[in-house]
């Protein structure tokens, strides 16, 4: 039998409360296989997710949805140094990170 | 972790959120779920200080003091995790065995519980999540990293 995790949703309805995130350019730092990604992203202008964990993200690739293969980019890095110019983003995510 | 906000700080344009959302432990007690109804079957063997948790919450008001970013608001909710089995259990309870361990006598007992349960019966951990709102703000001296 699958584990399931937050099914009743609270994580997106406390995302959903964040208007600001409609349109941004958004970094999530510790993506990891993009659970919490895939629930915000669609209405966001792009989402790249960080992690440090190669296997993590090759999860996230594997599991993204068609519809967001434009949208959403993993990048592996560590948070402690972030590969991108200054002011690139609109909002951050620290997703069980910090 | 202030190294890592004050990168973060840098990252976002001016007037940018910031959103922290992470668990504090402990956890809540291993529950039996079945339909509406709930069984306690006990407690995880947990820290008793979550380090962790104190080091972040230190990071984020460090960086408020420095003025880099303001605090918005503060939410929190309960988050729930079911497994079908003592196996899924034990696997997710991989990436916290620096915090909590499952002792041999609860995984016994949830194991046979299972088993005299009905077919859609779950074990549930349920985690305190709490959500840091903050946006970026414009400190008056360049931000330094951690002293």
């Given at each position: 039998?699958?584990?399931?995790?937050?099914?009743?949703?609270?994580?997106?309805?406390?995302?959903?409360?964040?208007?600001?995130l409609?349109?941004a350019r958004v970094l999530e730092?510790?993506?990891?296989?993009?659970?919490?990604?895939?629930?915000?992203?669609?209405?966001t202008?792009s989402v790249v997710?960080?992690?440090?964990?190669?296997?993590?993200?090759?999860?996230?690739?594997?599991?993204?949805?068609?519809?967001?293969?434009?949208?959403?980019?993993?990048?592996?890095?560590?948070?402690?140094?972030?590969?991108?110019?200054?002011?690139?983003f609109d909002a951050a995510l620290?997703?069980?990170?910090? | 972790?202030?190294?890592?906000?004050?990168?973060?700080?840098?990252?976002?344009?001016?007037?940018?959120?910031?959103?922290?959302?992470?668990?504090?432990?402990?956890?809540?007690?291993?529950?039996?779920?079945?339909?509406?109804?709930?069984?306690?079957?006990?407690?995880?063997?947990?820290?008793?200080?979550?380090?962790?948790?104190?080091?972040?919450?230190?990071?984020?008001?460090?960086?408020?003091?420095?003025?880099?970013?303001?605090?918005?608001?503060?939410?929190?909710?309960?988050?729930?995790?079911?497994?079908?089995?003592?196996?899924?259990?034990?696997?997710?309870?991989?990436?916290?065995?620096?915090?909590?361990?499952?002792?041999?006598?609860?995984?016994?007992?949830?194991?046979?519980?299972?088993?005299?349960?009905?077919?859609?019966?779950?074990?549930?951990?349920?985690?305190?999540?709490?959500?840091?709102?903050?946006?970026?703000?414009?400190?008056?001296?360049?931000?330094?990293?951690?002293?």
């Open positions: 039998m699958t584990s399931s995790f937050d099914p009743e949703g609270f994580e997106p309805a406390a995302l959903a409360a964040v208007p600001e409609s349109g730092i510790g993506a990891g296989d993009g659970r919490l990604t895939w629930q915000y992203a669609a209405r202008r997710g960080l992690d440090p964990d190669g296997e993590a993200l090759a999860y996230l690739l594997e599991d993204m949805p068609p519809l967001l293969h434009r949208q959403v980019w993993p990048v592996r890095a560590a948070s402690e140094f972030l590969p991108f110019s200054s002011e690139r620290l997703a069980w990170s910090l | 972790m202030v190294h890592a906000l004050v990168e973060v700080w840098r990252t976002l344009a001016p007037g940018g959120v910031l959103l922290d959302i992470r668990p504090y432990l402990p956890f809540g007690p291993l529950e039996l779920v079945e339909g509406p109804q709930a069984r306690v079957l006990g407690r995880l063997d947990e820290v008793e200080v979550d380090i962790d948790s104190a080091a972040a919450d230190e990071a984020i008001a460090e960086v408020t003091r420095r003025g880099l970013f303001g605090l918005d608001r503060v939410d929190s909710f309960y988050s729930s995790a079911y497994w079908g089995s003592v196996g899924d259990l034990r696997e997710y309870l991989r990436d916290w065995e620096d915090h909590a361990r499952m002792p041999r006598s609860l995984a016994g007992e949830a194991g046979k519980s299972l088993r005299h349960a009905g077919p859609k019966a779950r074990l549930r951990l349920r985690t305190y999540v709490v959500v840091n709102r903050l946006h970026r703000t414009f400190p008056k001296a360049k931000p330094r990293g951690p002293r």
